[in-house]
Nanobody
Framework: QVQLVESGGGLVQPGGSLRLSCAVSGSIFSVDSMGWARQVPGKERELVATITSRGSTSYVDFVKGRFTVSRDNAKNTVNLQMDSLKPEDTAVYYC???????????????WGQGTQVTVSS
C-alpha cells in the first residue's frame, strides 16, 4: 500500500511561517504530480499548490507570493513553505500525490491524514 504522512503543522502567529512536509512511502514505482490542499469545517477541500515531477508549480491566487511548494524526487517528499501566514490560512492541510505502484499500469491519487495549521495571536 501507499502511505502519505504529513508533518510540520502547529500554531503560529499572523505573519509567521511554517514548513509542512509530506513523505510518500510504500510500494511505489513512480510518483507524478504532488500537492497540498486544505479544508476548514463546513467548507469544501480546496487545492492550494501543486508541483509536477519536473518541478513546475501552480498556486491558488490567495497564497501566491506567500507559499512555496517544492519536492525531493529522490526521497519522494513534498514540502510547503508557508510565509506571511494569515488567520484565513487556518485549516487542516492535506498532502496529495499521484502514485503508480509496481503492479499498476496507471496512476492513482493518494491523500495523507492531514495536519492542523492554526494562525492566531
Amino acid at each position: 500500500q501507499v502511505q502519505l504522512v504529513e508533518s510540520g503543522g502547529g500554531l503560529v502567529q499572523p505573519g509567521g511561517s511554517l514548513r509542512l512536509s509530506c513523505a510518500v512511502s510504500g510500494s511505489i514505482f513512480s510518483v507524478d504530480s504532488m500537492g497540498w490542499a486544505r479544508q476548514v469545517p463546513g467548507k469544501e477541500r480546496e487545492l492550494v499548490a501543486t508541483i509536477t515531477s519536473r518541478g513546475s508549480t501552480s498556486y491558488v491566487d490567495f497564497v501566491k507570493g506567500r507559499f512555496t511548494v517544492s519536492r525531493d524526487n529522490a526521497k519522494n517528499t513534498v514540502n510547503l513553505q508557508m510565509d506571511s501566514l494569515k488567520p484565513e490560512d487556518t485549516a487542516v492541510y492535506y498532502c496529495n500525490a499521484r502514485v503508480r505502484g509496481p503492479y499498476s499500469s496507471a496512476y492513482s491519487n493518494y491523500w495523507g491524514q492531514g495536519t492542523q495549521v492554526t494562525v492566531s495571536s
